[in-house]
């Protein structure tokens, strides 16, 4: 399988504030398979969350190295990473974290607006809600909608832009099984059909046989992969 990120040795430590540090992750060397989905299993502290604001470009890792492609994501400058972020790269987040005061429609088209996006806004904001099976829902507040709803939403605006990957952390975890795996589902045609790379951090071991690829971490370290 072919790599979009490729990680070598890195570590994260935040200071304790007693002079000492807090080594967060430890030495983790991973592989991001293109078009497919990665899960990063693990409980609460485990380090999951840290890791994947690291593969995302929001935060550095004190050391170690990251590939994004071709590009080594650890040598680039904050602009550039920022950029990065903007163009080929989406998120989802367990809070979901829709604009309020925006229907479906103008949540996603607003992802396009950001990424300054050249393509056709309306037409690309329906294909995406089509993708999610919302259409329908366009004109719908986000108070007017479900959970599951919102999260299928906030799917669209993390994929309006056509991002290589997406990093979604814990995007089932405030749902019911059934609407968790119609989440998850969605996230598998995107991967087949679109072709994007999906890494999804989650402690609900029922997922497990649904990821390409596992990554188990317990204290920052990975102690199982498959």
């Keep these: 399988m072919a790599s979009l990120i ?35 299993k693990g409980r609460s502290g485990s380090g999951k969350t840290t890791l994947m604001n690291i593969l995302g470009a929001l935060d550095p890792p004190t050391s170690g190295r990251i590939w994004f492609g071709e590009e080594e994501l650890t040598a680039m400058s904050e602009e550039a990473r920022g950029k990065l972020r903007r163009r080929r790269i989406g998120f989802v987040f367990q809070s979901v974290a829709l604009i309020p005061m925006m229907n479906a429609y103008e949540n996603v088209e607003f992802a396009l607006r ?77 991967c087949s059909n679109e072709g994007i790379t999906i890494v999804m951090t989650t402690h609900d071991t029922g997922l497990m046989d649904i990821g390409d690829r596992v990554y188990e971490l317990e204290d920052g370290a990975i102690i199982h992969a498959e």
Excluded at 18 to 28: A, C, F, N, T, Y
């Design 114 to 190: 950001l990424a300054g996006s050249r393509e056709n806004w309306r037409e690309r904001t329906m294909e995406c809600l089509k993708i999610v099976g919302l259409s329908q829902r366009a004109d719908h507040m986000p108070q007017e909608m479900s959970g599951g709803e919102q999260q299928r939403v906030a799917i669209a605006r993390a994929i309006a832009h056509k991002p290589d990957v997406i990093f979604a952390d814990e995007p089932t975890a405030e749902l019911d099984t059934h609407t968790g795996l119609q989440v998850v589902r969605i996230f598998k045609e995107l």
């Design 6 to 40: 490729r990680t070598e040795n890195i570590t994260r430590s935040f200071p304790s504030g007693d002079g000492q540090e807090i080594q967060v992750l430890k030495g983790l060397t991973l592989d991001i398979p293109a078009g497919k989905l990665t899960l990063l």
